[in-house]
């Protein structure tokens, strides 16, 4: 089973796995990070370290695909955009 998971994920590549399930990761740590002060998050060092404990809680189908690494980079490339989901979500609570 690990041999057939690795070899998707080899013959996929990475960002075609992201462009698949990004999305819903993103979503996901947008839910984690309403709890988080955004002056934390606007700090790259402090968002790559609490991705990678929310990491921890993505479903294991998506984590087994995803590394962490790629998962926390693709994160802070979207910083902006994750920002601007909080603040809506803020909002209308």
Same mark, same amino acid.
């Given at each position: 089973?690990?041999?057939?998971?690795?070899?998707?994920?080899?013959?996929? #590549?990475?960002?075609?796995?992201?462009?698949?399930? #990004?999305?819903?990761? +993103?979503?996901?740590?947008?839910?984690?990070?309403?709890?988080? %002060?955004?002056?934390?998050?606007? +700090?790259?060092?402090?968002? %790559?370290?609490?991705?990678?404990?929310?990491?921890?809680?993505?479903?294991?189908?998506? %984590?087994?695909?995803?590394p962490a690494d790629l998962?926390?980079?693709?994160?802070?490339?979207?910083?902006?955009?994750?920002?601007? +989901?909080?603040?809506?979500?803020?909002?209308? %609570?």
């Amino acid at each position: 089973m690990l041999g057939q998971l690795f070899k998707s994920v080899t013959e996929m #590549g990475v960002n075609e796995l992201w462009k698949q399930h #990004g999305q819903q990761v +993103q979503g996901l740590v947008v839910q984690q990070l309403l709890n988080v %002060a955004e002056e934390k998050i606007t +700090q790259d060092e402090e968002l %790559a370290k609490t991705v990678t404990q929310i990491y921890q809680l993505l479903p294991a189908n998506i %984590a087994a695909l995803l590394p962490a690494d790629l998962v926390v980079n693709k994160i802070i490339e979207n910083k902006a955009v994750i920002l601007s +989901q909080m603040q809506q979500l803020r909002g209308n %609570a």
